[in-house]
């Protein structure tokens, strides 16, 4: 087994594998990217695939407005109407987002368009040093808070929407379980952490949560734990300049390259880097086009919603597995045998994570049916020794942020992450004896920079104590 | 006889004057022949006016105001000297030359022969002609008045320099010369103290000479601006020397041409750091944009909420009569929402208040910065010898152009670099 010592994940929002990776290799028959004949029907119109000629502002911000993304949405977009019922044809993107109700006047072309790979330079470079998957799908055809649930713990426990959820998530997750192990974690976030709503979390959390600037820290120190996760910015603040990094559309992509080049080349120089397994992937795809239909998937356990029981994947969304132990041009599918063998009847899910983490630290039983079932990134890790140490750094595009710019992003309509993220903020026992919560209801309806002043404050409070 | 003693005494003085003493005498015969002639002219002008039946020598019997008042003289500039003469008839007063301390004070025009006070009237008064003279005898004044000897002398026909040949009986007569008059200093001092109260006094409250990038701030704390407050000290020097000189030589055109200059170029040093504030996106933008989408708007905004905070947490104190659990929970969600506000306020601003008037002015955020160490030292420097000049020579400096110009590369270096500048 490769000497694997650190395991980093950076896990980015709401885009589909073909709107980020699926010209990766276009005349590659071994790589299911598109084709460029992929289409939607719309009003008894074609609406194919397409990709912006610049990449601009305005392109990278595609699609803009937010597409839909409630399991209903969901359905939509994979069997043509909102129950779900039927044979998965993945035609209804355009006709989900253009019934959104910010988006009636919208293009009905957004959902459709992919980037090229010179518009992703950080992606598609480091896809093609090391490993890229084109079959890893999101856990559930569900919303951020489910797949970033099924993450950390293998299950969303029968939610399938992020304002259903219990606050805090009562599941236990693998961060506790690499505790138990003697192994040693950290969450590293830029704002609101989202794991931070795990109840089992909630009383170490401020052991081992950590601003962004820890981790360069500790990669350059070779400080890194045994498990890092990394949450990307989620809320503008312009007192700070900053934009989110977390490419949940409409957010700019760019500053997503940006985090990634900054992760990898922190990674890249650390002493940890010959023994160290970076994923990158995505949470759910967040209404764009995927044009593969997600697979039947193992229910993790007897929770279910409206009969649904979690028995489908989500869309595919990107994966980078990348490590000196990957060979450079690597397209991974599940095996079980490294670098070759018979393709796995279950491809890659957030729950791979989980059962690649089990693996390499020993640590014992599945949470659910569905990390059992989960094929691990080993087999990925195709070469004997680390010799694939990869470009010494990749460029980190430079986009600076204007204040407008962060204005602008600031005042847009909060989302759906967004605003349950405030929520959980509220939750945060603070120790300062709070007793109302506003409802999400209040929260979508007031002012969003305020919202995040108040729930970053609760954050930085509640890690404090 | 008295005036033929006169006379004989003030030639021998004029033939000191022109042959030296008389250890160092080197014509000594050409002295002797002079003194001869003059012994002999004056007794033949003694002889002719005896023989004329005229008064001897004039000189000087008295000074007084000019309406004849003695005692407790005390004339300024602008008032009327009358110089008592030995003489009782009329003399033309156009033939005579005052002299203040020994120097001759040409031009003073509305000079007359008083026939009641037999004396001759001058009127003090300064013009471009003699405010050189006027300059040398009020200039480094260090207390409101000074004593003035006063001596005449004849005008030549041929406009030669007037000597100071006539004197009192036994000395030159003095009298009080008001340099300041303490009323007309009262007024001026109050001008310039409100006038420095306004602009210097008030700096430290208000945004004055704060650079109120971040309205936000409490005006107390907010950062002092370099240009601004350039600005302010050749306004404040310009404005005071000019109160001053008015004040001393009753003279309204004072300023200078490189006075003027120096205000042009520190007012053009601040509102192009002004500009380049409002140009460039900084820091203090996004501070200011972020403070503006929390609601806050400005310090009253601050102080509303703070505010708010005491109201709610009075009203969730009270318990005549209990309030109901909802009502408290409300309220107390209300006061921890504004706490954090307040919270995050403070966090965010702390890096953009004042840490002092010196640490505002030299240093940004990356710590000293030399363009602004040199605009502080050539503003002090030059300030501090136009402030010399204007009391030692009653008139505002003549800088050179070359000096002019370094001011100006100083403002302009300044504001260069605080295009890329973030102050901190």
Redesign the interface.
Known sequence: MPAIEHVVVLMFENRSFDSMLGKLYPTDGTFDGLSGAESNVFAGRSVPVWSSEKMDPLSACIPDPDPGELFADMNTQLFGNPAGSGAVTMGGFVSNYISQKSEASSDPRAPMHYFRPEQLPVMSTLAKAFGVSDRWYASAPCQTWPNRFFAHTATALGCVNNSQFPIPFPAPSIFRRLESHNKTWRVYFHDLPQSLLLEDLWLVAPLHFRFMGQFFADAHTGALPNYSFIEPRYFA?????EIPSDQHPPHDVVYGEQLLALVYNALRQSPCWKKTLFVVTYDEHGGTYDHLSPPSAISPDANSQNGFTFNRYGVRVPALIISPYVAQGSKIRPTNIKGAGTELPFPFDHTSIIATLRKVFDLGDPFTARDSVAPDLLPALNLASPVNLGPPTVSVPIVPV???R??AS??MPSNHMQANLARMAYALPVG?????TPTLHQIEIS?L??LA??A???VKAFLRA | MKTFLFLVTASCQQMRRLFGSKRDRANGQAFKTCMFLSIVTSAFLLGGSIAQGTEAPIHITGLASADGNQKALAIGLDGQLAVMLSTEKPVDASQFALFLNGRFVPELDDTFYDTRLHALIFHLQRNSANSSVWNGLLGSPMSLTSQMSVTLGARHPDNSTPQPTITGATAAPTFTFVILSPWRLLIATIAVLSTLVLVWGAARKSAVLKDNLIPQIDPKRQTYSLGRWQMAVWFSLVFACYVFLYILLGDPNTLSNQALMLMGISGATALSSIVVDAAK?T?T???????R???IKSYTDVERIRKEITDRTLELGANDPPLPADRA??L??EI??RQ??L??YEE?ITPFVSEGWFRDMVTDVNGTALHRLQVLCWTGLLGAIFVFEVWHNLAMPQFSPTLLALMAISGAGYVGFKYPEVQD
């Open positions: 603040n312009p007192i700070v300049r204007t204040t407008a962060s204005v600031a005042t300062d004896g709070r007793q109302f002012s920079p305020l002043t108040i970053r404050d609760r | 996106d820091p933008d996004g501070v200011n944009a972020g403070l989408l929390m609601g929970a409300q107390s969600a921890l929402d954090a506000i919270r995050t965010d």
